[in-house]
């Protein structure tokens, strides 16, 4: 079973590119189609996204995508309390705030 991270329930967005495709706009691009689909065929309220506090590539992402971050961090319950990566950062996207 999952851990339950502090924010559950929630719809979470994530992305995973192979080095040659970094920065070519493909991330934004999908994403923007998958909250277009989320928000208005399907009906969401929010979507969210977290990465490591380390992890500028994906957060700077976050951002292009107009998502909100969080004022707080996270400590990611499925990892060690001594994990370099346990702490995250949280952005929303909400479909009131999705143009």
């Keep these: 079973m999952a851990p339950c991270l ?9 992305w995973r590119l192979d080095k040659p495709f970094w920065g070519q706009g493909y991330t ?3 994403a923007h189609r ?9 009906g969401l309220e929010e979507i969210v996204a977290f990465t490591t506090v380390s ?3 994906s957060e700077r992402v ?3 995508l107009d998502m909100v971050r ?7 319950p499925g990892l ?3 994990h370099p990566l346990r702490e995250h950062v949280l952005y929303r996207l909400k479909r009131s705030d999705f143009v």
């Design 70 to 76: 969080d004022e707080k961090t996270f400590l990611h």
């Design 28 to 30: 934004c691009e999908a």
């Design 6 to 14: 502090p924010f559950s329930p929630f719809v979470e967005i994530g």
């Design 55 to 57: 992890n500028y590539r």
């Design 34 to 42: 998958i909250f277009d689909c989320a928000f208005t065929e399907i």
């Design 62 to 64: 976050m951002k292009k």
């Design 80 to 82: 060690e309390a001594d």
